[in-house]
């Protein structure tokens, strides 16, 4: 052949990926070959998941390009979510439901002889987060994608995750999470928009060729952050938007400079140090820790995100900037990424020449900031030496920015110079700090809070000041989950029969769930409803009997606890539950009794003394409990360990009774309360975070409510008397007596005494024995309520119907309404 007859292509029109049963089993077969050199029918599961995951990825793959293609053409809004962490969990389940691809795979797989399940369980959780914020971040994106809003997640790529938690002797043992040994399907690296990031160095001063004085960040030293990308795939709608997640790796010149100097062995160490930025996920969800390593993550993330949109946007725009904040938003999640205020104005002044007006007028347009807790140890503050040391330049732009600011506080409130240290940047002290909640509020157009008591309280109490001066920032977005992964995807049983009676809307519109709730009243659709719970039941029962080796009775009460174990959260106020119904067992006072199987799952950050003991504390009691024949099926309790992402996909759609029981006023929102809810679980709960928000939707008689309320919590200060609470309270009395007299520490005296000090004590923040009492009756009323199960049927319907609220759909068009503004994209 000539050339010239030679028909011409381009590389970019692939022919569409076809999507019957047919085309996935043949592309499973040609991946196995093709692409992982298999030839043997009889290779391990790991292969036959890569099998299936790379088909399912050809079918994201030209969504991906489309929806790029589309956002890339338009001159519309995007906003982009920062966060240092995305709780991913399994990606291939979540694929095939937002492809419509569920029954092809099905057909599928059945063609093959293949099993859905154990192929899906063979995909490692990517367990970029602690809790409650990281998983969070990963509803949003997924939520963004469905609703078409080009929104752009921004994390980083840690090669290790959350630790895996294993119980040795009741105790925690963390091990190292190393979740992309077994090459991970779903990134794409992109090295051709890998980042350069500063760190260390000086600055210096100098006049420019008009003779303005700039300046400039030298000697410093650098490290690259390299781009890998996940796809986000919308409900059915073929948007894909991106998760972008950066590695750190060593520059070229960082090797050469040393190698010249003749010193190989330090070139290579200076390689590690650069590689280990975005090694480990810091495993602590409430109490910062101050470490070097940890603000480099967080500059590493913020400055490599900033400079890939203006890398975007210069390649669009050229260095015009001012449309910049018009089109441009960056919604940091909590204070971690905030040092992006700072970065924003480096890279403004210093690399494109913007005047500091003209660059404050940007960013803080541009900047929106979610906080996600009022415990003051939670709040980040960096010492200003070790900011200094690490990024000299960016401490000098948040000192001015401070200086302007408190300019701005002296006008408002002449001579109140009292006010102007409270709300100063940097607090004064022994060791000067960055307060980063006042940086991210100074440098944002928007703050919220996520649930509307959350709201309420940083705007009376944490933020009061800055309240004052602009309240128009000041809003609330309540948090919520999405029903996509909650529970069309882990709760198939349910699903089809919500569908059955009010059609798949409510996927993509959670409020027609709403249309459930006439069905509350039919019998026999609460007979259906009560089957699904027992199928999900069971398989709950099978993979407790797998990780505790105890077997839950399938008609007890199904009441469970997951969540990271605080002090806060009151998992210690649950054991003393559960003690106190061994005890009535023990004592004879089992009348009527209503079986219950109790599970409480969570990590504890592995430096928490405290919240480590608990755990020990719920497994000793464990123990007593389910080796006593005469507690026998009464009564059941485990703690069920590395509690993550997939297994709340078993648990939430096994639950009956949802534990929501955190100290008024604590709890910003919680979302797990969301999730249980949705699967028709109902809530023994505080009025804490979102779960005042539950009862609203429910109503009262469907919601098992106890507790001081948020004031009552404040007045207790200066007048808490525990002992005297334990005094009057026999019940209360007994257990504390069961755990002092080492019931449950035979062969480790003293063991617990740590737990009983705590409770004892006038100084008690979380107000164990307060609410002992009031905690007990109501779930005296809850077991009373599970006898009838008609009624509890009944209940737990309506709990689903009215979880409409809770969708991140809702949350994510709020967002987008009062914050973000974005079209959707078109497609
Ligand atoms: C600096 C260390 C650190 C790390 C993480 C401090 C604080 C955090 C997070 C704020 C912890 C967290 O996950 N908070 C949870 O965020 C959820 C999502 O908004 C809320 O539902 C929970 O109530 C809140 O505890």
């Given at each position: 052949m000539t050339k010239k007859t030679v028909k011409k292509y381009k590389l970019t029109d692939v022919p569409r990926v076809g999507k019957t049963a047919g085309d996935l089993v043949q592309g499973m077969q040609r991946h196995f070959l093709r692409s992982l050199g298999l030839s043997h029918d009889s290779s391990a599961d790991h292969y036959k998941y890569q099998a299936l995951a790379l088909t399912i990825r050809d079918r994201l793959m030209e969504c991906w390009k489309d929806t790029k293609e589309s956002t890339h053409a338009d001159d519309n809004r995007r906003a982009y979510y920062l966060s240092?962490?995305?709780?991913?969990?399994?990606?291939l389940s979540n694929a095939i439901l937002n492809l419509g691809l569920d029954h092809e795979t099905e057909q599928a797989l059945y063609a093959l002889g293949l099993d859905l399940e154990a192929l899906q369980s063979e995909e490692m959780d990517?367990?970029?987060?602690?809790g409650g914020l990281g998983r969070l971040a990963a509803c949003f994106v997924d939520s963004c994608a469905t609703l078409k809003l080009p929104v752009t997640g921004y994390g980083i790529r840690y090669e290790y995750g959350m630790f895996r938690q294993v119980i040795k002797d009741g105790q925690q043992v963390e091990e190292p999470d190393h979740w992309l040994r077994g090459a991970n399907i779903w990134e794409v690296e992109r090295s051709e928009y890998t980042q350069k990031i500063h760190f260390g160095g000086h600055t210096e001063t100098y006049f420019n060729e008009h003779g303005v004085s700039r300046c400039r960040w030298v000697n410093t030293q650098d490290v690259l952050a390299v781009p890998f990308d996940t796809p986000i795939p919308g409900y059915k709608n073929g948007v894909v938007n991106t998760l972008r997640l950066w590695k750190s790796s060593a520059t070229d010149e960082f090797d050469l400079g040393e190698f010249n100097a003749g010193s190989y062995p330090e070139s290579v160490a200076a390689k590690n140090d650069a590689e280990h930025i975005s090694m480990v996920l810091y495993p602590n969800d409430s109490s910062e820790n101050g470490k070097e390593l940890r603000l480099r993550q967080q500059y590493f993330l913020a400055s490599a995100s900033i400079q890939d949109v203006m890398r975007q946007w210069v390649e669009k725009y050229g260095q015009d900037f001012t449309h910049f904040a018009a089109r441009n938003c960056f919604q940091l999640n909590d204070t971690h990424p905030t040092v992006s205020v700072a970065e924003l104005m480096r890279l403004l002044m210093d690399e494109y020449r913007l005047s500091w007006d003209e660059a404050w007028a940007i960013t803080s347009k541009t900047m929106a900031y979610t906080n996600h807790t009022l415990l003051p140890e939670a709040l980040e503050r960096w010492s200003v030496g070790l900011f200094s040391k690490l990024l000299p330049r960016l401490m000098d732009i948040i000192f001015e920015i401070n200086a302007r600011f408190l300019s701005d506080v002296a006008k408002k409130w002449p001579g109140d110079t009292e006010r102007q240290r409270r709300m100063s940047i940097i607090e004064e002290g022994d060791v000067k700090q960055v307060r980063m909640a006042y940086l991210a509020i100074v440098g944002s157009f928007s703050v919220n809070g996520v649930a509307q008591l959350h709201s309420d309280l940083l705007v009376e109490g944490l933020f009061a000041d800055f309240y004052a001066l602009w309240p128009e920032k000041f809003n609330n977005k309540t948090n919520g989950v999405t029903q996509r992964r909650w529970m069309a995807m882990c709760n198939k049983s349910m699903s089809a029969l919500i569908t059955e009676k009010i059609g798949d809307g409510w996927v993509t519109d959670l409020q027609q769930l709403r249309g459930l709730a006439p069905f509350a009243e039919d019998a026999a659709f609460r007979k259906s409803w009560a089957a699904c719970k027992l199928e999900n039941k069971r398989r709950l029962i099978a993979l407790v009997e797998k990780e505790c080796q105890v077997t839950f009775p399938e008609d007890s009460m199904f009441d469970i606890q997951v969540k990271r174990i605080h002090e806060y959260k009151r998992q210690l106020l649950n054991v003393l539950h559960v003690i106190h119904l061994y005890d009535r067992i023990k004592r004879g006072h089992a009348h009527n009794w209503t079986p219950r199987a109790v599970l409480i799952g969570g990590k504890a950050a592995p430096g928490y003394y405290m919240a480590k003991r608990i755990i020990k504390l719920i497994n000793n009691v464990a123990e007593v409990i389910n080796n006593d024949p005469d507690v026998g099926d009464k009564l059941k309790l485990v703690f069920f360990p590395n509690y993550r992402v997939s297994a709340m996909e078993v648990i939430a759609p096994a639950a009956d009774l949802s534990e929501q029981i955190s100290t008024a006023g604590k709890e910003a929102s919680g979302t797990g309360n969301m999730k249980f809810m949705m699967n028709g679980a109902l809530t023994i709960g505080t009025l804490d975070g979102a779960n005042i928000e539950i009862r609203e939707e429910v109503g009262d008689e469907n919601f098992f409510l106890f507790g001081l309320t948020a004031a009552e919590v404040e007045q207790t200060h200066g007048h808490y008397n525990p002992n005297a609470i334990i005094d009057r309270d026999e019940d209360l009395r007994r257990v504390m007596h069961l755990i002092e007299s080492g019931h449950f520490s035979q062969f480790e005296p003293g063991s617990f005494s740590c737990i009983s000090n705590a409770v004892r004590s006038a100084h008690d923040p979380w107000l164990v024995a307060a609410d002992f009492r009031s905690y007990v009756d109501a779930q005296e009323q809850v077991a009373e309520s599970f006898q009838d199960q008609e009624k509890w049927q009944r209940m737990s319907i309506l709990n689903t119907a009215y979880s409409?609220?809770?969708?991140t759909d809702r949350t994510m068009h709020e967002y987008n309404d009062n914050i973000w503004k974005l079209k959707p994209v078109s497609l």
């Amino acid at each position: 052949m000539t050339k010239k007859t030679v028909k011409k292509y381009k590389l970019t029109d692939v022919p569409r990926v076809g999507k019957t049963a047919g085309d996935l089993v043949q592309g499973m077969q040609r991946h196995f070959l093709r692409s992982l050199g298999l030839s043997h029918d009889s290779s391990a599961d790991h292969y036959k998941y890569q099998a299936l995951a790379l088909t399912i990825r050809d079918r994201l793959m030209e969504c991906w390009k489309d929806t790029k293609e589309s956002t890339h053409a338009d001159d519309n809004r995007r906003a982009y979510y920062l966060s240092l962490e995305f709780l991913m969990g399994r990606s291939l389940s979540n694929a095939i439901l937002n492809l419509g691809l569920d029954h092809e795979t099905e057909q599928a797989l059945y063609a093959l002889g293949l099993d859905l399940e154990a192929l899906q369980s063979e995909e490692m959780d990517a367990g970029l987060g602690n809790g409650g914020l990281g998983r969070l971040a990963a509803c949003f994106v997924d939520s963004c994608a469905t609703l078409k809003l080009p929104v752009t997640g921004y994390g980083i790529r840690y090669e290790y995750g959350m630790f895996r938690q294993v119980i040795k002797d009741g105790q925690q043992v963390e091990e190292p999470d190393h979740w992309l040994r077994g090459a991970n399907i779903w990134e794409v690296e992109r090295s051709e928009y890998t980042q350069k990031i500063h760190f260390g160095g000086h600055t210096e001063t100098y006049f420019n060729e008009h003779g303005v004085s700039r300046c400039r960040w030298v000697n410093t030293q650098d490290v690259l952050a390299v781009p890998f990308d996940t796809p986000i795939p919308g409900y059915k709608n073929g948007v894909v938007n991106t998760l972008r997640l950066w590695k750190s790796s060593a520059t070229d010149e960082f090797d050469l400079g040393e190698f010249n100097a003749g010193s190989y062995p330090e070139s290579v160490a200076a390689k590690n140090d650069a590689e280990h930025i975005s090694m480990v996920l810091y495993p602590n969800d409430s109490s910062e820790n101050g470490k070097e390593l940890r603000l480099r993550q967080q500059y590493f993330l913020a400055s490599a995100s900033i400079q890939d949109v203006m890398r975007q946007w210069v390649e669009k725009y050229g260095q015009d900037f001012t449309h910049f904040a018009a089109r441009n938003c960056f919604q940091l999640n909590d204070t971690h990424p905030t040092v992006s205020v700072a970065e924003l104005m480096r890279l403004l002044m210093d690399e494109y020449r913007l005047s500091w007006d003209e660059a404050w007028a940007i960013t803080s347009k541009t900047m929106a900031y979610t906080n996600h807790t009022l415990l003051p140890e939670a709040l980040e503050r960096w010492s200003v030496g070790l900011f200094s040391k690490l990024l000299p330049r960016l401490m000098d732009i948040i000192f001015e920015i401070n200086a302007r600011f408190l300019s701005d506080v002296a006008k408002k409130w002449p001579g109140d110079t009292e006010r102007q240290r409270r709300m100063s940047i940097i607090e004064e002290g022994d060791v000067k700090q960055v307060r980063m909640a006042y940086l991210a509020i100074v440098g944002s157009f928007s703050v919220n809070g996520v649930a509307q008591l959350h709201s309420d309280l940083l705007v009376e109490g944490l933020f009061a000041d800055f309240y004052a001066l602009w309240p128009e920032k000041f809003n609330n977005k309540t948090n919520g989950v999405t029903q996509r992964r909650w529970m069309a995807m882990c709760n198939k049983s349910m699903s089809a029969l919500i569908t059955e009676k009010i059609g798949d809307g409510w996927v993509t519109d959670l409020q027609q769930l709403r249309g459930l709730a006439p069905f509350a009243e039919d019998a026999a659709f609460r007979k259906s409803w009560a089957a699904c719970k027992l199928e999900n039941k069971r398989r709950l029962i099978a993979l407790v009997e797998k990780e505790c080796q105890v077997t839950f009775p399938e008609d007890s009460m199904f009441d469970i606890q997951v969540k990271r174990i605080h002090e806060y959260k009151r998992q210690l106020l649950n054991v003393l539950h559960v003690i106190h119904l061994y005890d009535r067992i023990k004592r004879g006072h089992a009348h009527n009794w209503t079986p219950r199987a109790v599970l409480i799952g969570g990590k504890a950050a592995p430096g928490y003394y405290m919240a480590k003991r608990i755990i020990k504390l719920i497994n000793n009691v464990a123990e007593v409990i389910n080796n006593d024949p005469d507690v026998g099926d009464k009564l059941k309790l485990v703690f069920f360990p590395n509690y993550r992402v997939s297994a709340m996909e078993v648990i939430a759609p096994a639950a009956d009774l949802s534990e929501q029981i955190s100290t008024a006023g604590k709890e910003a929102s919680g979302t797990g309360n969301m999730k249980f809810m949705m699967n028709g679980a109902l809530t023994i709960g505080t009025l804490d975070g979102a779960n005042i928000e539950i009862r609203e939707e429910v109503g009262d008689e469907n919601f098992f409510l106890f507790g001081l309320t948020a004031a009552e919590v404040e007045q207790t200060h200066g007048h808490y008397n525990p002992n005297a609470i334990i005094d009057r309270d026999e019940d209360l009395r007994r257990v504390m007596h069961l755990i002092e007299s080492g019931h449950f520490s035979q062969f480790e005296p003293g063991s617990f005494s740590c737990i009983s000090n705590a409770v004892r004590s006038a100084h008690d923040p979380w107000l164990v024995a307060a609410d002992f009492r009031s905690y007990v009756d109501a779930q005296e009323q809850v077991a009373e309520s599970f006898q009838d199960q008609e009624k509890w049927q009944r209940m737990s319907i309506l709990n689903t119907a009215y979880s409409g609220k809770f969708s991140t759909d809702r949350t994510m068009h709020e967002y987008n309404d009062n914050i973000w503004k974005l079209k959707p994209v078109s497609l």
